[in-house]
């Protein structure tokens, strides 16, 4: 909590991106707000991998060790809350929160991540992040050579078979109804012995959020120990949409290569700004977007 109103920077967004952001303004003696709600997208994932020095950490113990860090900079202050609302004004910008303060800063960072939209399965969410899996590099080796589906179809779903080939030879793909997959891109699959299953799923059943068995609608069932899932997604945050700020065509924030968007003054880090969804990808882009600010303030004021 902070009794101020006024920031030189406000980060929306507390994760791994924030922090780190917050850790490079506070290190340039400047006065951050870091707004955060609490509830990062990975929170139902065990363990987090490709973070050197920290492989196997849980990513609760590396975003608590962190803000830890990030806490000893007296000039950063936190706000436990969930931002709602932001606009431009004459010296910078407002940001509202649901509580209904407003604070203003002369820069923004939203570091605010993307929120994947789950098809509806019965069990799949509550494996989310645990054994129905986005990532290849984040998971991969955990579950190499074993059982594995990719839930998918088309072109996407025999591109991401081609990948997940490197991690097991026991992969079968599930295109939850019929096969969009091309002649040619079907032969090649089973060229590699990759099986395609065309049949419904009905569930997923589960222990705790580790896959057992998948259901079909016809009662039949296959048992897997993972499913990698590549689904869509959408911006958690639609600030920086209001502001004006431009998405790729991807569906990302668009950004230059010191993490400012098309609107001057507000930057992105992290999932919202980049394909290559990793801890690792977010701590860089969030020290870039930190340092760019700070440099930008620094020269303003010159």
């Not at 101020?4 to 707000?33: E, N, P, Q």
């Not at 960072?109 to 645990?130: E, M, S, V, Y």
């Not at 997604?233 to 230059?256: A, K, N, S, W, Y």
């Amino acid at each position: 909590m902070t009794n101020h109103t006024t920031f030189d920077a406000i980060i929306v967004g507390g994760s791994y991106a924030g922090l780190a952001a917050g850790m490079a303004l506070g290190r340039a003696l400047r006065k951050v707000l870091i707004i955060d709600d609490g509830k990062p997208c990975n929170r139902q994932t065990p363990y987090a991998h490709n973070f050197i020095t920290h492989d196997g950490a849980t990513p609760a113990a590396i975003a608590m060790l962190a803000r830890g860090q990030v806490e000893m900079y007296n000039t950063i202050a936190f706000f436990n809350g969930l931002a709602t609302g932001g606009r431009k004004t004459g010296n910078g910008f407002d940001i509202q929160v649901a509580s209904g303060e407003t604070f203003t800063a002369r820069k923004i960072i939203f570091a605010t991540g993307i929120r994947d939209i789950l098809p509806g399965i019965d069990g799949l969410a509550a494996c989310w992040g645990i054994t129905v899996l986005h990532c290849p590099y984040c998971h991969g080796y955990e579950i190499k050579d074993q059982a594995t589906g990719i839930l998918g179809n088309g072109e996407s779903g025999f591109d991401f078979s081609g990948l997940i080939s490197n991690w097991t030879n026991a992969l079968t793909l599930f295109t939850n109804g019929y096969s969009t997959l091309t002649t040619e891109q079907a032969e090649r699959l089973e060229s590699h012995h990759i099986k395609i299953v065309e049949k419904e799923i009905a569930r997923l059943d589960h222990s705790n959020g580790h896959l057992q068995h998948i259901v079909f609608k016809d009662g039949t069932r296959s048992s897997m120990k993972a499913l990698y899932a590549p689904v869509p997604f959408e911006q958690h945050c639609t600030i920086p949409q209001f502001l004006g700020c431009e998405l790729t065509d991807g569906g990302h924030i668009r950004v230059d290569s010191f993490q400012e968007t098309s609107i001057e003054g507000v930057f992105a880090c992290g999932d919202n700004a980049a394909r290559m969804r990793t801890v690792a990808t977010a701590v860089a882009m969030g020290t870039t977007a930190g340092m760019a600010v700070s440099k930008k303030m620094i020269l303003e004021a010159f």
